[in-house]
């Protein structure tokens, strides 16, 4: 695990260095003195509060949308009978085939002509139903496909509709998989970069990826102890999510199972 910890504890202890400590010789991991100014350069240097927001609620509004649209599809993929089933999702998984730089910018068209662009509408929209909405939705579908069949065969003699055997039965049971899309799109959002620097110009829209590398000086030159700072604080939400996220997995394995 050293590899993995170690660049992090790396980060946190440039956060809380001078300039001229960060780039001392021999290096210290642990700062000789706390120097508290790289986190109160954050909000002088651009609107960091609100690029954290928009990072927050976008991450949030598209994790949300991803886990109702791909559940909905997935379950219909696995568990409906319907002409074209086979066809039409091999049709959806021919989407991942194209790289996300290969249609960005027909992609930035299209934004434009809709008169989108400069907003954060884009990067709610794509993610749920892009390629990503895809992944998720491939995701649910192989869970959906390893549910008995007899649960929703004694569901129909009980008088469950299709809807109540989704919501009641199929939903309970799929609590790992949605934890698993939930983390994947929650994370996949949150460090997205390419997408956010080419449909936003204004900085109070920019999410946090793309704030943290307009950490600069009047020469382009990065200001490392901010820029580290300000990386520092972006981790947060993501350990947060992750451990809420973590336990969830936990209590679905323990509370999920199915009794023969």
């Given amino acids: 695990s050293i590899p993995f910890i170690f660049p992090f ?6 956060s809380l260095k001078s300039p001229l400590e960060i780039f001392a010789s021999p290096p210290t991991l642990i700062p000789e003195t706390f120097y508290q100014q790289n986190y109160e350069n954050i909000l002088d240097i651009q609107p960091f509060a ?13 994790t949300m949308g991803t886990l109702i649209f791909s559940s909905l599809a997935g379950y219909a993929f696995a568990r409906i009978s319907f002409f074209g089933n086979g066809i039409l999702f091999l ?18 068209r299209l934004v434009q002509w809709l008169g989108i662009d400069n907003t954060h509408i884009p990067l709610v929209l794509f993610p749920i139903f892009g390629s990503h909405g895809v992944i998720a939705t491939f995701m649910m579908r192989q869970h959906f496909l390893g ?14 509709t299709r809807w109540g ?11 790992p998989a949605l934890t698993a899309v939930a983390i ?44 580290m700072a300000a990386t520092t604080l972006s981790v947060i939400p993501i350990l947060v ?16 199972g199915v009794k023969g």
């Fill in 9 to 14: 504890l790396w980060m946190v202890s440039g």
């Fill in 50 to 62: 609100r690029q954290y927001w928009n990072s927050i609620w976008i991450a949030t509004v598209v």
């Fill in 91 to 108: 049709l959806l998984l021919s989407a991942l085939m194209m790289p996300e730089e290969v249609i960005i910018i027909p992609k930035f």
């Fill in 147 to 160: 549910m008995p069949r007899e649960l929703e065969e004694a569901a129909m003699l009980d008088g469950l």
């Fill in 165 to 175: 055997i989704f919501w009641r039965i199929a939903m309970p049971i799929a609590k």
């Fill in 184 to 227: 994947i799109t929650f994370l996949h959002s949150w460090n997205s970069f390419l997408e956010p620097l080419v449909y936003l110009e204004d900085t109070h829209l920019y999410t946090v990826p793309l704030a943290l590398s307009a950490f600069t000086d009047e020469f382009g030159t990065p200001l490392w102890g901010t820029q």
């Fill in 241 to 256: 999510f992750y451990v809420f996220a973590q336990r969830l997995v936990i209590e679905s394995f323990a509370s999920s």
